[in-house]
């Protein structure tokens, strides 16, 4: 069974900076490109950053230049290193397998505010 689960989040000024991870297990976590995805109330989920298998990476245009995505197979782990947050970043964060989908995790709220 696939499991995705997300942390890191919190409550943090403008200007702050966050770090999340998302653990994954029952897949083979090497060979998958892992994006980056985000949610707010009444609007639809949006991607954020993807990195490919081969480390590979691109960003949303609202935060290139100021979010990082990473990974480290060894730990199954992908990264969000998110630097100059803005209250618009304010969302909840998930992450998952681009175009294949898994059942979501719980997220991870962060929230940019003074």
């Known amino acids: 069974q696939v499991q995705l689960v997300e942390s890191g989040g919190g409550l943090v000024q403008p200007g702050g900076s966050l770090r999340l991870s998302c653990a994954a297990s029952?897949?083979?976590?090497?060979?998958?490109?892992m994006g980056w995805y985000r949610q707010t109330p009444g609007k639809q989920r949006e991607l954020v950053a993807v990195?490919?298998?081969?480390?590979?990476?691109s960003y949303a245009a609202s935060v290139k230049g100021r979010f990082t995505i990473s990974r480290d197979n060894a730990k199954r782990t992908v990264y969000l290193q998110m630097n100059s947050l803005k209250p618009e970043d304010t969302a909840v964060y998930y992450c998952?397998?681009?175009?294949?989908?898994?059942?979501w995790g719980q997220g991870t709220q962060v929230t940019v505010s003074s």
């Open positions: 998952n397998v681009p175009l294949v989908f898994y059942s």
């Open positions: 029952g897949i083979i976590f090497s060979i998958n490109a």
């Open positions: 990195i490919s298998n081969g480390g590979s990476t």
